[in-house]
């Protein structure tokens, strides 16, 4: 069975078809590469090349292709059939010695050879043959070939040519065709990438995602932290194509260069199939801390995604254990990593809390001392901080029976609550508390307090037995009470169970309403998802971040965009609230908002709050850039950055090389990068090549008054579309867009080969001469003409336009195509959105055909 995305192949992916509707498709489609085959324009016939190698190819369909070959009487189509099947077959035609070579030379000679077969006999040189046949194509200038066949003779040079071709390969390094600029700039690569220095401004600035990735690679040679720049913002792009051009070339660079960039990449990602190839790249590369630091991230999400990023853990894990990295068993390592992280986000959470008791914000203190409490049965330390602080006060309404459960525990020194002593049992755990203290007439003649010990003592039988009871009880139950029941839920509940919980989020007590937040985020996060939005304009700042965290998993942009709204607050409670929150986060999707927090925030509760993060996730390149905020603010609390340094790096220094000299290290490489900073800007620095991107666009939009009957109001344009064909781009393209870049090319330094300084003032002008102002970008129109020029893709069509004016137009398939071939000459007509302009054609995408 064939599977691509020719228009004529109608397999849908993940579709079951009959024997004979599979029979019937394959047939169209080899009937139609064998039409294509067949035609007289050259553009459509090597359109087959790249169809063959979207197509999935089965044994049927290659018997199938060898039968059309002998019926066809053509011998202008035999013979690249012939070698077409070879080609699948990865099998050469059987030549004698100097045979291929006089093959080749003849149809050089040949001013009406088929291109076409020149190229795949191309395909099939030898080393030992090569140097003949590059002499042929030298001699027969192959630089003025038609353009279709110069991709496949650039890949042919770039691995056989020699240095005399590097000339002559660098005047197609701006070639309009992208497939052509692609071959050259990868021949070169391979040649002599020193020569493409003074090219790396107009690539980095080319409309094609995959050229402008290659570019950022090619930089990587020579400014390795200004090409990761680069690379960070291709992976973070909006444009689904950028992202993938840069994953492709990512497995180029070297691992730990991008892996921080790639973890946060896979935290923020939501298209799994980007997800999957962003984590091959970690398969690849096997490193015992890449699995917790994908398990950090896998535990901050949910759903299919979730789902995804454990399979990218477990080829990894398998990886070390293939490679002899670790001895374990990967379900036990798998099993060890869970505990490590749970430790580590622990210490981290309590560590977090405690700077929050020392605010002077007394509703701090207690939002902190009750999130301990609710943690007291998870953890010792949980108690340990609570009782450290008992002599702090938590302010009012912090519940009695919580302290004293507390203090309890913390002179035991146990890690699990214990049962009130002035109950029924006097029993140290829920296990053994017998089931008498569970009837209706017991349990409500116990104080509130006692309940609330009771509640923390509960273990899961004895929480089935009370399920009953708490479903009556609630609606009169004390605020402590309630949150008690919440967060015995939390811990010990069931999905099924979490209409015991609903009435709590109507409660009049913010904390009472926090508490539930977080316990049906516990066991069911879309059980929120109606009323995400009502809580998160809660006017009690505790609820609000309760939903805060359970929105990470449900839609983590939004609630990244929350969290960073609230840490930027006036208010020193939204802040202490927002940095707490970033706990439930993954550290790669918060670092750069703690990193810019720790430049602006002046608590210094807040500030230890944010300096326990770093500190359950420090590395080297995270220190680096943690001393870089430290030298201004080193005046304001000037102890606190000492001591944070000091154990930031005690935590990473390796042998042989003390916390001291590594900070003094990373400091002498800090004063060496600020001192290059001060140099003369870099003309491929990322800020520089946006800017001339955004000068490309705006010269690539369409006037106003182009369209006489379009009123709609005017949107900001887009850039020229980036995948219109070669042959369209080729023709119509204007030179006046170019100028600032023919210009870049003119200036640079000839020792360097990178061109440096701002455009000149002529370049400028000659651009802006050039533009049409953006005005009436994204308007829809019916347009109506004849057809002049199909692209050989399939990607769109050129007509004469006749409405809504006469003009030309180009008409972009995307999601839209039409339902019939179209052939030349023919009228078509269909609803369009304004995409851009040049010169005196008009740029379109469909939106609905009459064909």
Known sequence: MLQGSHPLLLIANGKRVTFFEEHFQMENALNSLLEDLRSGDPAIRFSVLPRLDDLTWTSASIEALRSLLASEDNPAVREPLTLVLGRLEKKTPTLHAGKLVQRIEILLEDPSRDDLVLVLWLEKVSLAEAPLVSMALREARWSDFPSHSLPAILRYFGKFGSFEDCSTIEGFCRHPDPKVLSAAVEALEKLNPESLKGLIVPLLVNPVPGIRSRAVRLLYRWDPQEALRHFDSLMFSEDPREREAALAHGIFYPFQSIRDILLRFLALETDLDLLRRGGALFAANPTLEGPIRLMEIRNACLGEKRAVLQEIMTVQIQALFDAGLTATPPLDFMEDLEKIWRERQGGQIFEQLSAMLDSGDPELRRTAAQALDSLKAYSPDAVRILAGKSGAGFGAGFGAGSTASSGADASSGSGTASAPKDSPSDSQDGASLPEKLFTPDSFTRLSPADRVRLLDALDPPSWKILLPLLAEFIGKASKEEKRAVANCAKRLGRKSEIGLLCPLLLDAD???????????????????????SQLLRHPEDEVRASAL???????????????????????????????????????????????????????????????????????????????????????????????????????????????????????????????????????????????????????????????ANTTDRARPGHSFPQWISATFLALFLAAGSWCVLTTWHFRSDPNSGISSGEPTATATATATATASPTSLTGNEVFVEGAIVFIDPSGQGVLINGEKPEATKYFIQFGQVRPQTKLQKGQRFGGRVRLVGRERQTTVTELLASDR
Do not use: C
């Open 510 to 532: 913010g904390h009472v309403v926090s508490a539930a937040v977080e316990a049906i985020g516990s066991l069911d996060p879309e059980m929120l998802g109606s009323q995400f």
């Open 549 to 707: 965290r359970v929105l990470v998993g449900y839609d983590k942009q939004h609630a990244l965009s929350l969290v960073e709204t609230m840490m930027f607050a006036a208010q020193n409670r939204q802040r202490s609230l927002a940095i707490l929150s970033t706990a439930h986060f993954d550290f790669p999707t918060v670092r750069d908002l703690i990193l810019k927090a720790l430049e602006i925030e002046k608590l210094e509760e807040n500030l230890r709050q944010l300096g326990a993060i770093l500190k359950a996730h420090i590395d080297e390149p995270l220190l680096l850039e943690f001393l870089v905020r430290a030298r201004s603010r080193r005046e304001h609390l000037p102890s606190f950055w000492e001591v944070l340094s000091t154990d930031l790096a005690t935590r990473i220094a390796k042998p042989g090389e003390t916390p001291t000299q590594l900070l003094a290290r990373l400091e002498g490489r800090i004063d060496k990068e600020q001192a290059d900073g001060k140099l003369a800007p870099k003309p491929y620095s990322l800020p520089a090549i946006q800017t001339l991107r955004k000068r490309k666009a705006g010269n690539q939009s369409i006037s106003q008054g182009a369209i």
